[in-house]
Protein backbone atom coordinates (compact mmCIF):
# COMPACT_ATOMS: atom_id res chain seq x y z
CA UNK A 1 0.00 0.00 0.00
CA UNK A 2 2.56 2.58 0.71
CA UNK A 3 4.10 2.02 -2.67
CA UNK A 4 1.09 3.31 -4.20
CA UNK A 5 0.24 6.23 -6.66
CA UNK A 6 -2.81 8.18 -5.27
CA UNK A 7 -4.70 9.85 -8.59
CA UNK A 8 -6.96 12.58 -7.93
CA UNK A 9 -8.46 14.50 -11.54
CA UNK A 10 -12.14 14.52 -10.46
CA UNK A 11 -13.34 15.83 -13.46
CA UNK A 12 -13.06 14.05 -17.16
CA UNK A 13 -11.37 11.51 -18.12
CA UNK A 14 -7.93 11.81 -16.87
CA UNK A 15 -8.11 9.63 -13.81
CA UNK A 16 -8.83 6.41 -16.00
CA UNK A 17 -5.83 7.56 -18.35
CA UNK A 18 -3.59 8.24 -15.82
CA UNK A 19 -4.74 4.73 -14.26
CA UNK A 20 -4.23 2.82 -17.34
CA UNK A 21 -0.94 4.32 -18.58
CA UNK A 22 0.25 3.35 -15.00
CA UNK A 23 -0.83 0.34 -14.63
CA UNK A 24 0.50 -0.89 -17.89
CA UNK A 25 3.94 -0.42 -16.52
CA UNK A 26 3.34 -1.99 -13.55
CA UNK A 27 2.83 0.95 -10.80
CA UNK A 28 0.00 0.52 -8.76
CA UNK A 29 -2.35 2.99 -8.24
CA UNK A 30 -5.91 4.33 -6.69
CA UNK A 31 -8.17 6.75 -7.32
CA UNK A 32 -9.49 9.01 -4.95
CA UNK A 33 -12.75 10.88 -5.45
CA UNK A 34 -12.41 13.75 -2.56
CA UNK A 35 -10.97 15.72 -0.76
CA UNK A 36 -11.51 13.27 2.61
CA UNK A 37 -10.88 10.29 0.59
CA UNK A 38 -7.27 11.91 -0.88
CA UNK A 39 -6.18 12.45 2.62
CA UNK A 40 -7.55 9.31 4.12
CA UNK A 41 -5.39 7.50 1.20
CA UNK A 42 -2.47 9.64 2.17
CA UNK A 43 -2.61 9.33 5.73
CA UNK A 44 -2.99 5.21 5.28
CA UNK A 45 0.22 5.02 3.10
CA UNK A 46 1.15 5.62 -0.58
CA UNK A 47 3.98 6.42 -2.40
CA UNK A 48 3.11 10.11 -3.88
CA UNK A 49 0.02 11.64 -5.53
CA UNK A 50 -1.03 12.85 -8.98
CA UNK A 51 -3.48 15.62 -8.97
CA UNK A 52 -5.16 17.83 -11.79
CA UNK A 53 -4.31 21.49 -11.04
CA UNK A 54 -7.54 22.62 -11.47
CA UNK A 55 -8.76 19.91 -8.68
CA UNK A 56 -6.82 22.65 -6.45
CA UNK A 57 -8.57 25.17 -5.24
CA UNK A 58 -11.14 22.79 -3.68
CA UNK A 59 -8.49 20.45 -2.43
CA UNK A 60 -6.89 23.61 -0.70
CA UNK A 61 -10.43 24.81 0.18
CA UNK A 62 -9.96 24.00 3.83
CA UNK A 63 -6.75 24.01 5.20
CA UNK A 64 -6.86 20.24 6.14
CA UNK A 65 -4.58 19.13 3.87
CA UNK A 66 -1.65 21.73 4.36
CA UNK A 67 -2.59 20.86 7.85
CA UNK A 68 -1.29 17.43 6.94
CA UNK A 69 1.33 18.35 5.20
CA UNK A 70 2.89 20.41 7.84
CA UNK A 71 2.32 17.76 10.70
CA UNK A 72 4.37 15.20 8.52
CA UNK A 73 7.24 13.33 10.47
CA UNK A 74 10.94 14.51 9.65
CA UNK A 75 11.65 11.76 7.08
CA UNK A 76 8.45 12.29 5.21
CA UNK A 77 8.27 15.17 1.93
CA UNK A 78 5.23 13.89 0.33
CA UNK A 79 5.62 14.03 -3.57
CA UNK A 80 3.24 15.16 -5.47
CA UNK A 81 2.67 15.50 -9.21
CA UNK A 82 0.15 17.63 -10.53
CA UNK A 83 -1.05 18.06 -14.12
CA UNK A 84 -1.18 21.80 -15.15
CA UNK A 85 -3.99 23.13 -16.37
CA UNK A 86 -3.67 23.86 -20.45
CA UNK A 87 -3.22 28.16 -20.32
CA UNK A 88 -1.92 31.34 -22.40
CA UNK A 89 0.45 33.05 -21.19
CA UNK A 90 2.37 33.09 -17.33
CA UNK A 91 0.46 31.82 -14.09
CA UNK A 92 -1.36 33.95 -12.40
CA UNK A 93 1.01 34.56 -8.83
CA UNK A 94 -1.55 33.50 -6.74
CA UNK A 95 -1.75 30.55 -8.56
CA UNK A 96 1.61 29.57 -8.47
CA UNK A 97 1.71 29.89 -4.71
CA UNK A 98 -1.10 27.91 -4.75
CA UNK A 99 0.86 25.24 -6.65
CA UNK A 100 3.97 25.74 -3.95
CA UNK A 101 2.44 25.59 -0.83
CA UNK A 102 2.12 21.30 -1.78
CA UNK A 103 5.76 21.53 -1.48
CA UNK A 104 7.34 18.39 -3.00
CA UNK A 105 5.96 19.05 -6.16
CA UNK A 106 6.46 17.97 -10.18
CA UNK A 107 4.32 20.09 -12.34
CA UNK A 108 3.72 18.53 -15.80
CA UNK A 109 1.79 20.30 -18.53
CA UNK A 110 -0.42 18.91 -20.92
CA UNK A 111 -1.06 17.31 -23.43
CA UNK A 112 0.97 14.70 -21.44
CA UNK A 113 2.96 12.15 -22.64
CA UNK A 114 2.99 8.64 -21.27
CA UNK A 115 6.33 8.32 -20.75
CA UNK A 116 6.48 12.00 -19.03
CA UNK A 117 3.82 10.77 -16.61
CA UNK A 118 5.35 7.56 -16.01
CA UNK A 119 8.93 8.50 -15.38
CA UNK A 120 7.45 10.94 -13.14
CA UNK A 121 5.27 8.96 -11.14
CA UNK A 122 8.72 6.28 -10.77
CA UNK A 123 10.77 9.59 -9.74
CA UNK A 124 7.89 9.97 -7.22
CA UNK A 125 7.97 5.83 -6.00
CA UNK A 126 11.52 6.03 -6.01
CA UNK A 127 11.97 9.33 -4.16
CA UNK A 128 9.45 7.96 -1.46
CA UNK A 129 11.54 4.60 -0.93
CA UNK A 130 14.23 7.01 0.04
CA UNK A 131 11.58 8.34 2.26
CA UNK A 132 11.34 4.94 3.79
CA UNK A 133 14.80 4.36 4.17
CA UNK A 134 15.37 7.41 6.00
CA UNK A 135 12.18 6.51 8.31
CA UNK A 136 13.32 3.52 9.26
CA UNK A 137 16.82 4.42 10.17
CA UNK A 138 15.08 7.06 12.03
CA UNK A 139 13.24 4.45 13.62
CA UNK A 140 16.45 2.38 14.71
CA UNK A 141 18.16 5.06 16.10
CA UNK A 142 15.14 6.22 18.17
CA UNK A 143 14.90 2.59 19.38
CA UNK A 144 18.50 2.43 20.18
CA UNK A 145 18.28 6.04 22.27
CA UNK A 146 15.44 4.37 23.94
CA UNK A 147 17.35 1.29 24.63
CA UNK A 148 19.87 3.48 25.69
CA UNK A 149 18.28 6.05 27.83
CA UNK A 150 16.64 2.42 29.81
CA UNK A 151 19.98 0.79 29.79
CA UNK A 152 21.16 4.10 31.54
CA UNK A 153 18.26 4.23 34.17
CA UNK A 154 18.43 0.83 34.65
CA UNK A 155 22.41 1.67 35.31
CA UNK A 156 21.56 4.78 37.56
CA UNK A 157 19.58 2.23 39.70
CA UNK A 158 21.95 -0.57 40.11
CA UNK A 159 24.77 2.20 40.69
CA UNK A 160 22.26 3.94 43.56
CA UNK A 161 21.58 0.44 45.06
CA UNK A 162 24.82 -0.68 44.82
CA UNK A 163 25.62 2.83 46.69
CA UNK A 164 22.59 2.49 49.37
CA UNK A 165 24.04 -1.37 49.97
CA UNK A 166 27.55 0.06 50.23
CA UNK A 167 26.70 2.90 52.89
CA UNK A 168 24.61 0.21 54.72
CA UNK A 169 27.91 -2.75 54.75
CA UNK A 170 30.39 0.46 55.79
CA UNK A 171 27.53 1.56 58.65
CA UNK A 172 27.77 -2.15 60.12
CA UNK A 173 31.42 -1.55 60.02
CA UNK A 174 31.93 1.10 61.34
CA UNK A 175 29.44 0.09 64.14
CA UNK A 176 31.70 -2.91 64.48
CA UNK A 177 35.06 -1.48 64.45
CA UNK A 178 33.73 0.66 67.49
CA UNK A 179 31.71 -1.92 69.47
CA UNK A 180 35.38 -4.01 69.21
CA UNK A 181 37.12 -1.01 69.97
CA UNK A 182 34.96 -0.05 73.28
CA UNK A 183 35.52 -3.80 74.33
CA UNK A 184 39.41 -3.82 73.80
CA UNK A 185 39.23 -0.83 75.78
CA UNK A 186 37.61 -2.63 78.67
CA UNK A 187 40.09 -5.66 78.03
CA UNK A 188 42.68 -3.57 78.28
CA UNK A 189 41.61 -1.93 81.63
CA UNK A 190 41.02 -5.13 83.23
CA UNK A 191 43.84 -6.77 82.40
CA UNK A 192 45.72 -3.53 83.11
CA UNK A 193 43.98 -3.41 86.85
CA UNK A 194 45.01 -7.20 86.86
CA UNK A 195 48.75 -7.12 86.19
CA UNK A 196 48.87 -4.34 88.27
CA UNK A 197 47.28 -5.64 91.11
CA UNK A 198 49.76 -8.96 91.11
CA UNK A 199 52.43 -6.32 90.84
CA UNK A 200 51.51 -3.99 94.06
CA UNK A 201 49.86 -7.43 96.10
CA UNK A 202 53.39 -8.72 95.65
CA UNK A 203 55.15 -5.58 97.01
CA UNK A 204 52.85 -5.03 99.45
CA UNK A 205 52.89 -8.36 100.51
CA UNK A 206 56.91 -8.21 101.42
CA UNK A 207 56.67 -4.55 103.01
CA UNK A 208 53.50 -5.66 105.34
CA UNK A 209 55.68 -8.33 107.03
CA UNK A 210 58.36 -5.74 107.48
CA UNK A 211 56.10 -3.20 108.89
CA UNK A 212 54.94 -6.85 110.89
CA UNK A 213 57.54 -7.19 112.52
CA UNK A 214 58.91 -3.89 113.06
CA UNK A 215 55.31 -3.37 114.89
CA UNK A 216 55.48 -6.42 117.60
CA UNK A 217 59.14 -5.64 117.99
CA UNK A 218 58.04 -2.31 118.72
CA UNK A 219 55.75 -3.78 121.34
CA UNK A 220 58.37 -5.93 123.06
CA UNK A 221 60.88 -2.77 123.24
CA UNK A 222 58.29 -1.08 125.05
CA UNK A 223 57.02 -4.47 127.29
CA UNK A 224 60.78 -4.73 127.93
CA UNK A 225 61.89 -1.30 128.46
CA UNK A 226 62.50 -0.13 132.17
CA UNK A 227 62.74 3.97 131.62
CA UNK A 228 59.64 5.32 131.20
CA UNK A 229 61.42 7.69 128.33
CA UNK A 230 61.32 4.88 126.07
CA UNK A 231 57.59 4.59 125.93
CA UNK A 232 56.98 7.74 123.74
CA UNK A 233 59.38 6.94 121.86
CA UNK A 234 58.27 3.54 120.99
CA UNK A 235 54.64 5.38 120.95
CA UNK A 236 56.12 7.74 117.86
CA UNK A 237 57.54 4.75 116.07
CA UNK A 238 54.44 2.78 116.43
CA UNK A 239 52.32 5.68 115.32
CA UNK A 240 54.31 5.37 111.59
CA UNK A 241 54.61 2.13 111.20
CA UNK A 242 50.51 2.23 111.67
CA UNK A 243 50.43 4.80 109.00
CA UNK A 244 52.57 2.49 106.61
CA UNK A 245 50.33 -0.46 107.55
CA UNK A 246 47.46 1.93 106.37
CA UNK A 247 49.20 2.18 103.37
CA UNK A 248 49.52 -1.72 102.77
CA UNK A 249 46.20 -2.41 103.39
CA UNK A 250 44.80 -0.12 100.81
CA UNK A 251 47.24 -1.71 97.99
CA UNK A 252 46.28 -5.12 98.91
CA UNK A 253 43.08 -3.89 99.03
CA UNK A 254 43.48 -3.01 95.68
CA UNK A 255 45.46 -6.22 94.65
CA UNK A 256 42.27 -8.16 96.41
CA UNK A 257 44.61 -9.84 98.16
CA UNK A 258 43.47 -8.39 101.26
CA UNK A 259 42.76 -10.93 103.64
CA UNK A 260 39.09 -9.78 104.38
CA UNK A 261 37.29 -10.61 107.49
CA UNK A 262 33.20 -10.20 106.04
CA UNK A 263 30.84 -10.75 107.96
CA UNK A 264 26.90 -9.83 107.78
CA UNK A 265 26.56 -5.63 107.74
CA UNK A 266 23.65 -3.85 107.53
CA UNK A 267 24.90 -0.31 105.35
CA UNK A 268 22.58 1.82 106.27
CA UNK A 269 23.21 1.46 110.18
CA UNK A 270 27.21 1.38 109.32
CA UNK A 271 26.61 4.80 107.56
CA UNK A 272 24.34 6.33 110.55
CA UNK A 273 27.44 5.01 112.79
CA UNK A 274 29.95 7.28 110.36
CA UNK A 275 27.94 10.02 110.28
CA UNK A 276 30.08 12.70 112.63
CA UNK A 277 33.24 11.10 111.13
CA UNK A 278 32.26 12.28 107.74
CA UNK A 279 31.50 15.60 108.99
CA UNK A 280 35.00 16.25 110.52
CA UNK A 281 36.38 14.43 107.35
CA UNK A 282 34.69 16.55 104.89
CA UNK A 283 35.13 19.94 106.44
CA UNK A 284 33.14 23.19 107.68
CA UNK A 285 32.24 24.08 103.96
CA UNK A 286 30.82 20.72 103.28
CA UNK A 287 27.08 19.97 103.93
CA UNK A 288 27.42 16.04 104.32
CA UNK A 289 23.86 14.44 103.30
CA UNK A 290 22.77 10.94 103.76
CA UNK A 291 20.05 9.04 101.61
CA UNK A 292 19.58 5.94 102.75
CA UNK A 293 17.05 3.63 101.28
CA UNK A 294 14.11 2.50 103.29
CA UNK A 295 14.70 -1.32 102.25
CA UNK A 296 17.32 -3.37 104.80
CA UNK A 297 20.36 -3.89 102.87
CA UNK A 298 22.67 -6.37 104.64
CA UNK A 299 25.82 -7.71 102.82
CA UNK A 300 28.78 -9.60 103.47
CA UNK A 301 31.39 -7.60 103.27
CA UNK A 302 34.75 -6.70 105.57
CA UNK A 303 32.82 -3.78 108.08
CA UNK A 304 36.26 -1.71 108.58
CA UNK A 305 37.13 -1.83 104.71
CA UNK A 306 34.06 -0.49 103.68
CA UNK A 307 34.15 2.24 106.54
CA UNK A 308 37.61 2.68 104.50
CA UNK A 309 36.14 3.32 100.90
CA UNK A 310 33.71 5.33 102.55
CA UNK A 311 36.27 7.48 103.71
CA UNK A 312 39.02 7.58 100.83
CA UNK A 313 35.65 8.60 98.90
CA UNK A 314 34.24 11.54 101.43
CA UNK A 315 38.21 12.84 101.44
CA UNK A 316 38.28 12.86 97.63
CA UNK A 317 35.12 14.78 97.38
CA UNK A 318 36.59 17.03 99.92
CA UNK A 319 39.27 18.19 97.89
CA UNK A 320 37.35 18.55 94.99
CA UNK A 321 35.23 21.30 97.28
CA UNK A 322 37.76 23.75 98.09
CA UNK A 323 35.08 26.48 98.13
CA UNK A 324 32.34 23.80 99.78
CA UNK A 325 29.37 22.18 98.52
CA UNK A 326 27.73 19.04 98.76
CA UNK A 327 28.56 15.24 99.65
CA UNK A 328 25.76 12.70 98.97
CA UNK A 329 26.10 9.40 100.67
CA UNK A 330 23.05 7.36 99.43
CA UNK A 331 22.27 3.73 99.08
CA UNK A 332 19.82 1.85 97.20
CA UNK A 333 19.11 -1.96 96.61
CA UNK A 334 19.13 -2.20 92.35
CA UNK A 335 18.09 -5.48 91.07
CA UNK A 336 20.15 -7.00 87.46
CA UNK A 337 18.53 -9.12 85.25
CA UNK A 338 21.48 -9.25 82.78
CA UNK A 339 25.00 -9.86 83.61
CA UNK A 340 26.77 -6.63 82.41
CA UNK A 341 30.29 -6.29 81.99
CA UNK A 342 32.04 -7.76 85.24
CA UNK A 343 29.11 -7.73 87.59
CA UNK A 344 26.81 -11.36 87.65
CA UNK A 345 22.82 -10.94 87.39
CA UNK A 346 20.86 -10.97 91.36
CA UNK A 347 20.62 -8.69 93.68
CA UNK A 348 22.74 -5.39 94.41
CA UNK A 349 23.15 -2.92 97.28
CA UNK A 350 24.45 0.26 95.47
CA UNK A 351 26.78 2.71 97.79
CA UNK A 352 26.96 6.15 96.00
CA UNK A 353 29.09 9.05 97.41
CA UNK A 354 28.68 12.05 95.08
CA UNK A 355 29.73 15.38 95.28
CA UNK A 356 28.82 18.86 93.74
CA UNK A 357 32.77 19.67 93.05
CA UNK A 358 35.56 20.27 90.30
CA UNK A 359 34.74 16.86 88.40
CA UNK A 360 37.12 14.52 86.72
CA UNK A 361 38.56 15.56 82.89
CA UNK A 362 37.29 12.72 80.58
CA UNK A 363 40.69 11.50 79.53
CA UNK A 364 41.60 10.80 83.40
CA UNK A 365 38.55 8.49 84.14
CA UNK A 366 39.98 5.48 83.17
CA UNK A 367 43.20 6.29 85.20
CA UNK A 368 41.56 7.36 88.43
CA UNK A 369 41.41 3.40 89.88
CA UNK A 370 45.04 2.99 88.91
CA UNK A 371 47.10 2.65 91.85
CA UNK A 372 49.55 6.07 92.80
CA UNK A 373 47.41 7.83 90.20
CA UNK A 374 46.92 11.15 91.67
CA UNK A 375 46.64 14.90 90.16
CA UNK A 376 47.09 16.32 93.97
CA UNK A 377 50.43 18.11 95.16
CA UNK A 378 53.34 15.77 95.90
CA UNK A 379 52.86 15.00 99.37
CA UNK A 380 49.21 15.37 99.68
CA UNK A 381 48.20 12.42 97.69
CA UNK A 382 49.35 9.29 97.47
CA UNK A 383 47.01 8.01 94.72
CA UNK A 384 45.29 4.77 96.39
CA UNK A 385 42.18 6.02 97.62
CA UNK A 386 40.24 4.47 94.61
CA UNK A 387 42.44 1.69 94.51
CA UNK A 388 41.57 0.65 97.84
CA UNK A 389 37.80 1.28 96.62
CA UNK A 390 37.79 -0.18 93.40
CA UNK A 391 39.70 -3.52 94.76
CA UNK A 392 37.80 -3.76 97.91
CA UNK A 393 34.70 -3.93 96.00
CA UNK A 394 35.66 -6.13 93.43
CA UNK A 395 36.99 -8.68 96.45
CA UNK A 396 33.36 -8.68 97.71
CA UNK A 397 32.30 -9.69 94.66
CA UNK A 398 30.90 -6.12 93.13
CA UNK A 399 32.35 -3.29 91.26
CA UNK A 400 33.11 0.36 91.56
CA UNK A 401 32.50 2.77 88.86
CA UNK A 402 33.10 6.35 88.58
CA UNK A 403 31.11 9.19 86.84
CA UNK A 404 32.19 12.71 86.49
CA UNK A 405 31.33 15.58 84.54
CA UNK A 406 33.33 19.11 84.91
CA UNK A 407 32.29 21.61 86.92
CA UNK A 408 29.45 19.60 88.61
CA UNK A 409 30.79 17.05 90.11
CA UNK A 410 31.99 13.11 90.35
CA UNK A 411 29.70 10.28 92.08
CA UNK A 412 31.04 6.65 93.10
CA UNK A 413 28.97 3.53 92.82
CA UNK A 414 30.13 0.59 94.93
CA UNK A 415 27.69 -2.63 93.69
CA UNK A 416 27.90 -4.86 96.34
CA UNK A 417 25.61 -8.34 96.16
CA UNK A 418 22.98 -8.39 98.51
CA UNK A 419 23.43 -10.93 100.98
CA UNK A 420 21.39 -14.43 101.31
CA UNK A 421 18.48 -14.51 103.89
CA UNK A 422 19.94 -16.99 105.82
CA UNK A 423 23.48 -15.30 106.47
CA UNK A 424 24.45 -15.36 109.87
CA UNK A 425 24.91 -12.44 112.33
CA UNK A 426 28.83 -12.34 114.27
CA UNK A 427 28.90 -10.06 117.39
CA UNK A 428 32.00 -8.26 117.52
CA UNK A 429 34.13 -7.86 120.17
CA UNK A 430 35.23 -5.35 122.18
CA UNK A 431 38.90 -3.89 122.51
CA UNK A 432 40.73 -6.42 125.56
CA UNK A 433 43.50 -6.07 128.12
CA UNK A 434 46.41 -8.50 127.09
CA UNK A 435 45.22 -12.28 128.09
CA UNK A 436 47.74 -14.21 130.08
CA UNK A 437 47.52 -18.07 129.39
CA UNK A 438 46.19 -19.57 132.08
CA UNK A 439 47.16 -23.02 134.13
CA UNK A 440 48.57 -25.17 132.01
CA UNK A 441 50.59 -24.53 128.89
CA UNK A 442 48.82 -24.62 125.63
CA UNK A 443 51.30 -26.06 122.94
CA UNK A 444 51.17 -23.82 119.80
CA UNK A 445 52.99 -24.79 116.70
CA UNK A 446 54.09 -21.95 114.20
CA UNK A 447 54.84 -22.27 110.67
CA UNK A 448 55.92 -18.86 108.89
CA UNK A 449 58.80 -18.50 106.02
CA UNK A 450 60.02 -15.59 107.64
CA UNK A 451 62.19 -15.65 109.93
CA UNK A 452 61.75 -12.22 111.58
CA UNK A 453 58.39 -12.45 111.54
CA UNK A 454 58.19 -16.38 113.07
CA UNK A 455 60.49 -14.86 116.06
CA UNK A 456 58.48 -11.95 116.84
CA UNK A 457 55.38 -14.15 116.94
CA UNK A 458 56.93 -16.84 118.84
CA UNK A 459 58.76 -14.90 121.28
CA UNK A 460 55.22 -12.94 121.83
CA UNK A 461 53.45 -15.98 122.37
CA UNK A 462 56.04 -17.11 125.10
CA UNK A 463 55.79 -13.62 126.46
CA UNK A 464 51.87 -14.80 126.96
CA UNK A 465 52.43 -17.77 128.53
CA UNK A 466 52.22 -20.83 125.43
CA UNK A 467 54.62 -23.13 124.53
CA UNK A 468 55.69 -22.48 121.05
CA UNK A 469 57.18 -24.39 118.48
CA UNK A 470 58.35 -23.06 115.36
CA UNK A 471 58.67 -24.19 111.35
CA UNK A 472 60.11 -22.48 109.22
CA UNK A 473 57.83 -24.45 105.81
CA UNK A 474 54.67 -26.25 105.48
CA UNK A 475 56.53 -29.28 104.88
CA UNK A 476 58.52 -29.35 108.10
CA UNK A 477 55.27 -27.94 110.10
CA UNK A 478 53.35 -30.74 109.36
CA UNK A 479 56.53 -33.45 110.31
CA UNK A 480 56.46 -31.45 113.58
CA UNK A 481 52.78 -31.90 113.64
CA UNK A 482 53.43 -35.63 113.45
CA UNK A 483 55.88 -35.59 116.12
CA UNK A 484 53.46 -34.58 118.64
CA UNK A 485 50.31 -33.14 117.80
CA UNK A 486 50.05 -29.12 119.33
CA UNK A 487 46.78 -27.89 120.99
CA UNK A 488 47.03 -24.77 118.11
CA UNK A 489 48.36 -24.72 114.68
CA UNK A 490 49.10 -21.13 113.80
CA UNK A 491 50.31 -20.27 109.58
CA UNK A 492 51.29 -18.18 107.39
CA UNK A 493 49.41 -18.12 104.05
CA UNK A 494 51.99 -17.05 101.64
CA UNK A 495 54.87 -19.80 101.71
CA UNK A 496 56.88 -20.83 99.03
CA UNK A 497 56.55 -24.68 99.43
CA UNK A 498 53.28 -24.30 99.96
CA UNK A 499 50.42 -21.98 101.19
CA UNK A 500 48.97 -22.00 104.39
CA UNK A 501 45.34 -23.06 103.49
CA UNK A 502 47.26 -26.34 102.00
CA UNK A 503 49.47 -26.74 105.03
CA UNK A 504 45.88 -26.51 107.17
CA UNK A 505 44.13 -28.98 104.89
CA UNK A 506 47.08 -31.41 105.10
CA UNK A 507 47.34 -31.38 109.11
CA UNK A 508 43.57 -31.99 108.98
CA UNK A 509 44.24 -35.64 107.53
CA UNK A 510 46.86 -35.83 109.88
CA UNK A 511 45.49 -35.02 113.08
CA UNK A 512 41.54 -34.30 112.82
CA UNK A 513 40.13 -31.10 113.57
CA UNK A 514 42.47 -29.06 115.85
CA UNK A 515 41.88 -25.30 116.21
CA UNK A 516 43.86 -23.23 113.28
CA UNK A 517 45.09 -19.31 113.04
CA UNK A 518 45.60 -17.97 109.59
CA UNK A 519 47.51 -15.25 110.01
CA UNK A 520 48.39 -13.27 106.76
CA UNK A 521 48.27 -9.93 105.52
CA UNK A 522 47.87 -11.09 101.93
CA UNK A 523 45.91 -13.98 101.07
CA UNK A 524 43.74 -15.47 97.61
CA UNK A 525 40.34 -16.24 100.14
CA UNK A 526 38.40 -17.91 97.82
CA UNK A 527 41.39 -20.11 97.42
CA UNK A 528 41.83 -20.38 101.85
CA UNK A 529 37.82 -21.57 101.85
CA UNK A 530 38.15 -23.75 99.31
CA UNK A 531 41.11 -25.80 101.31
CA UNK A 532 40.94 -25.02 104.87
CA UNK A 533 36.88 -23.80 105.18
CA UNK A 534 36.53 -20.43 107.08
CA UNK A 535 39.77 -20.59 109.49
CA UNK A 536 40.05 -17.81 112.03
CA UNK A 537 42.17 -14.83 110.38
CA UNK A 538 44.78 -12.86 111.89
CA UNK A 539 45.06 -10.04 109.73
CA UNK A 540 48.59 -9.13 109.77
CA UNK A 541 49.83 -6.68 111.02
CA UNK A 542 48.07 -7.07 114.62
CA UNK A 543 49.39 -6.55 118.22
CA UNK A 544 50.19 -8.66 120.92
CA UNK A 545 46.48 -7.98 122.66
CA UNK A 546 44.63 -9.06 119.05
CA UNK A 547 47.29 -11.80 118.77
CA UNK A 548 46.49 -12.91 122.87
CA UNK A 549 42.79 -12.60 121.63
CA UNK A 550 42.93 -14.94 118.52
CA UNK A 551 44.43 -17.72 120.03
CA UNK A 552 42.72 -17.53 123.44
CA UNK A 553 39.20 -17.72 121.36
CA UNK A 554 40.15 -20.39 119.11
CA UNK A 555 41.40 -22.58 121.71
CA UNK A 556 38.15 -21.81 123.38
CA UNK A 557 35.79 -22.24 120.67
CA UNK A 558 37.14 -25.68 119.95
CA UNK A 559 36.87 -26.50 124.16
CA UNK A 560 33.24 -25.80 123.79
CA UNK A 561 32.71 -27.59 120.68
CA UNK A 562 34.60 -30.63 122.18
CA UNK A 563 32.29 -30.12 125.22
CA UNK A 564 28.99 -30.01 122.83
CA UNK A 565 30.68 -33.62 121.24
CA UNK A 566 31.64 -35.30 124.47
CA UNK A 567 29.00 -34.02 127.25
N1 LIG B 1 35.51 13.26 93.88
C1 LIG B 1 36.51 13.59 93.06
N2 LIG B 1 36.47 14.75 92.36
C2 LIG B 1 37.47 15.08 91.52
N3 LIG B 1 38.57 14.32 91.29
C3 LIG B 1 38.67 13.16 91.96
C4 LIG B 1 37.64 12.72 92.86
N4 LIG B 1 38.00 11.52 93.35
C5 LIG B 1 39.21 11.22 92.79
N5 LIG B 1 39.61 12.20 91.97
C6 LIG B 1 40.84 12.20 91.14
O1 LIG B 1 41.38 10.90 91.14
C7 LIG B 1 42.69 10.91 91.65
C8 LIG B 1 42.95 9.60 92.38
O2 LIG B 1 42.18 9.53 93.57
P1 LIG B 1 42.69 8.63 94.75
O3 LIG B 1 41.72 8.73 95.88
O4 LIG B 1 42.97 7.26 94.23
O5 LIG B 1 44.07 9.24 95.12
P2 LIG B 1 44.35 10.66 95.83
O6 LIG B 1 43.11 11.18 96.44
O7 LIG B 1 45.07 11.50 94.85
O8 LIG B 1 45.36 10.22 96.96
P3 LIG B 1 45.01 9.38 98.32
O9 LIG B 1 45.76 8.11 98.18
O10 LIG B 1 45.51 10.22 99.40
O11 LIG B 1 43.54 9.14 98.34
C9 LIG B 1 42.78 12.15 92.50
O12 LIG B 1 44.10 12.62 92.59
C10 LIG B 1 41.88 13.11 91.72
O13 LIG B 1 42.56 13.67 90.64
MG1 LIG C 1 41.91 10.00 97.66
Redesign the pocket.
Known sequence: MELRILVHAPRGRDAAVVQTVLSGQGITTHACQSQDQLIRCMSDGAAGAILTEEALPELLADDRLLRWLGAQPPWSDFPFVVLATKREGRRAAKDVQTLHSLGNMILLERPLNAETLVSAAESAVRERRRQYVTRQHLDEISQTRNQLERLNAELEQRIAQRTRELASANDRLMKEIAERERAQAALTQVQKMEAIGRLTGGIAHDFNNLLHVVNMNLELVSMYAKEEKVKPVVERAKSAAKRGSKLTS?LLSFARSQSLLPRLVHVNKLLLGMRDLLEISAGAGVEVKLDLCDEPNPVVVDPSQLEMAVL??A???R??MPEGGTLTISTCNRVRHEADGELKPGDYLVVTVS?T????PQQ?LSK?FDPF????AVGS???????QVYGFARQSGGLAFVR?EMGKG?S?EMHFPLAPADAEEVREKGPSELQRASGNARRILVVEDDADVRRVIVECLGLIGYSVREAPNGTEGLAALRESTPDLLMVDYAMPDMTGAEVISKAREIVGNIPVILATGYADMAHVERLAGKPNILRKPFDITTLGDAVAGALAKAESATAATNP
Open positions: QNLVNSDADGAGILVFTTKGTGLGLSSTV
